[in-house]
């Protein structure tokens, strides 16, 4: 919205010829979605407290959880306020990057929204059933990959899958790649809810992970760098560092108030809108196989949950003491601080080495 107000003045105001660059933007994006996220949260919290909009604990986690019933949820909301306003702001809104990856975001947080309604309601950790949650979630990933196409036909897109390590092998699977897109999306949107387990872990892990996908969609969007780094480029994926720029400034402000011990979590409406964000900027800039390395922590919160369960089927044995697995390394005595701690050096770790994969090609 600034960005149509203001850039065409730049012909009588020389100072907002700034407006045009990606990187102005995406900075100043950061910053009001940060300050959005800080100077609201008291108030989010109040409201929240005030309606009674509480975290039910589970009856079978951890006992030290037992201190965290009653705290507010549902602050995923502020959190995609904070990042969604400052896109909106600062985006170009007539790129059908930006577009897609905004009502994405928020179909996913719907989903979470309908989900923390019924826990809430219910006064139950169950919200959604398992087949109705992944149900929903399919729907809005489905729309996504239907959109992506729609983007291919029209040359904005295509429909190639991009292995790391290999620039030569870039197979391109038409209209198959609808069911890629929603298997990409369903699992990152899981990866994240399932992470959401101890105060700040998923905010954080999130953060990095977005800041990756931030050097990487201004990567995606520049000629001269993507040429370099024989990247596919899209010169609508620019725009896309002012949306994951406003995620990061977002995750920041929220992790104020949600670091340990927390004041508030975000909820499904947070962590289900998070992850399908991240899903889709991954799709939308060919980088859905480097998703799994910069979040390879949330992959791994979710592998964890599968093998726990596939094995108590198959053979009647837990492979962990509690899944996720950051459940598991409280139960043999990590306090939580500590797992916050390493899993986010971990998220850093593994970001790091996704951006550097870059040039081994």
Partial sequence: MLYHLLFPLHTEVGLLNVVQYITFRTAA???????????????VIKWLRALQIQQVVRDDGPATHSVKAGTPTMGGLLLLAAALIP???WADLTNQYVQLAVLS???FGAVGFADDYLKITRAT???????????????VAFAVGLALIELSQNNLYNTDIIFPFFKEFTPNIGWLY?????????MASNA???TDGLDGLAISVFTVAAGA???LTYVSGHAVIAEFLLIVRFPPAGELTIFCGSLVGAGLGFLWYNSYPADVFMGDVGSLALGGALGTVALLIKQELLLPIIGAVFLIEMLSVVIQVGSFKLTGQ????MAPIHHHFELVGWSEPKIISRFLIAGVVFALFSLATLKLR
Wanted: charged share 5%.
């Fill in 192 to 194: 994240v809810n399932l």
């Fill in 105 to 107: 975001t928020v179909g």
């Fill in 178 to 186: 609808v069911p890629f897109a929603m298997l990409v999306l369903v």
């Fill in 213 to 215: 996908f931030t050097a």
């Fill in 318 to 321: 837990r492979v962990f003491k």
């Fill in 29 to 43: 994006a950061s910053l009001t979605a940060f300050l959005v996220s800080l100077v609201f949260g008291p108030l």
């Fill in 87 to 89: 896109t909106v702001l």
């Fill in 125 to 139: 950790p169950q919200g959604l059933s398992v087949r109705m949650k992944l149900f929903a979630q399919s729907i």
